[in-house]
């Protein structure tokens, strides 16, 4: 009887898997460089200017449309309207991870989903320990649950950090899930005053789009204007009336995407399928566009000087963002990781070692684009309790991200000497021979 060999706990994976991983971090780095610049202008800009800073965000912009009102300030239409774009991007990473990517099988996906939840669950815990004693502040409970993967990989840039191919795997697959966990809690926990007949239409106008997507898969990948004219006018309304019913409108955003294929269609010499085509071309407005507009009308706050600032973050909802993201997901990610891998009496991979999931636990302290909108969602743009969570989001962002370049940082000797050894094809197959088994 053959015996099975021990379960790998971050392993490699398929070298094409890895490939596609480096191009969707590579990119993602440049976004998150971006969001930076983002955030410490809409700092410097409240804080020299709050008068026009606060203006401008607060300044209203729409109107009435078939009965939805849709008379939004500015900071709200780019938390409702832009982020539906960055998360209809996230839903198309998640079908692609459960349908041809690792979260398909249940093995490889185990360790990056526990992780993922410990991840979340712990902060979370913290949170509430430090607000239980009032209800308004405990809102804020999901605060630190979230992992901003483009700041996160900003940082990685900035280290210069050569993560061998598991962890860089892991860390996109970790984020994934993380996501779907952010896009559960925003849709079951911060929906209000539900309207089933909106929602209803919102279920209608994803069905008509993914009858379009399916059935016109090959016509919509093959014209590049094709998806702008057939599915964007779908997209907008189910966007329209996801706002409308309660749910948060960048929900919409997730459904859309789950109703996109994957795979090209059957018998097709197409290469990607309409989810690779729309990544594509709408990854650089999101990353560009979306998500660093968003982020300086959202992390802009009026601090108050170094004593306004010792006041939030020494408040109970500061120190339960500040440590839930700095300590509970160091904890909570490593934790989770390390238990999943004695239950299954596996072992790391040889190249790696615990210091290194630490380190990409500390990164994983790195809440951003979700916690400020959460924040948001909690206490209400603008409100005092939001800017206490915004100030203590932006700390220990900078905390954890500081702590990950110097645990990571320490690494990089000898994640170059992996990244070497991983480049090597002695053989000349086109594929490296770290990844041949």
Request: net charge negative.
């Amino acid at each position: 009887m053959t015996r099975q060999p021990a379960p790998v706990t971050l392993a490699r994976g398929a070298y094409a898997e890895f490939v596609r991983v480096q191009g969707i971090l590579r990119r993602e780095s440049v976004g998150g460089i971006l969001l930076l610049i983002a955030a410490a202008g809409a700092m410097l800009f409240a804080n020299l200017a709050p008068d026009a800073y606060f203006g401008l965000r607060d300044a209203h912009v729409g109107g009435t449309v078939a009965g939805i009102d849709l008379d939004l300030s500015v900071g709200h239409w780019a938390a409702d309207a832009l982020l539906a774009v960055f998360f209809f991007l996230v839903g198309l990473e998640l079908k692609h991870e459960f349908v041809v990517g690792d979260l398909r099988d249940f093995r490889t996906a185990l360790v990056p989903v526990v992780a993922a939840f410990g991840g979340a669950a712990l902060p979370a815990a913290i949170y509430f320990a430090f607000n239980a004693a009032d209800p308004k502040a405990a809102a804020g409970w999901a605060i630190p649950a979230a992992t901003d993967i483009a700041f996160a990989l900003a940082v990685l840039a900035v280290i210069g950090s050569h993560l061998p191919a598991a962890l860089r795997t892991f860390l996109l697959t970790l984020a994934v899930a993380d996501d779907l966990i952010a896009i559960t809690i925003i849709a079951i926990f911060y929906s209000r005053d539900l309207d089933l007949g909106y929602l209803g239409g919102v279920l209608v106008a994803v069905a008509v789009f993914a009858v379009i997507a399916y059935r016109f898969q090959g016509f919509l990948v093959s014209r590049w204007w094709a998806p702008w004219v057939c599915l964007a006018p779908i997209a907008v309304v189910a966007w329209a009336l996801c706002y409308a019913s309660g749910v948060h409108a960048t929900v919409a955003g997730v459904l859309l995407a789950f109703a996109v294929p994957v795979r090209p269609p059957a018998g097709s010499d197409q290469a990607h399928g309409l989810a690779g085509v729309l990544e594509h071309r709408i990854r650089p407005f999101s990353a560009g566009v979306a998500v660093p507009v968003f982020a300086f009308f959202s992390a802009g706050v009026a601090v108050g000087g170094w004593s306004g600032f010792v006041d939030a973050v020494s408040s109970p909802i500061g120190l339960g963002v500040i440590v839930g993201l700095v300590v509970g997901k160091a904890i909570g990610i490593t934790g989770s990781t390390w238990l999943v891998t004695r239950l299954r009496h596996a072992s790391l991979d040889p190249d790696l070692a615990w210091v290194d999931v630490f380190g990409l636990a500390v990164l994983g302290g790195i809440g951003f684009t979700v916690s400020l909108l959460v924040s948001e969602l909690s206490f209400g743009q603008g409100s005092p309790e939001d800017d206490i969570g915004k100030v203590a989001i932006l700390t220990a962002s900078v905390v954890a991200a500081l702590l990950a370049s110097v645990v990571l940082g320490l690494r990089n000797r000898h994640y170059r000497d992996v990244e070497a050894e991983e480049a090597v094809d002695a053989d000349a197959d086109g594929t490296p021979d770290k990844f041949a088994s």
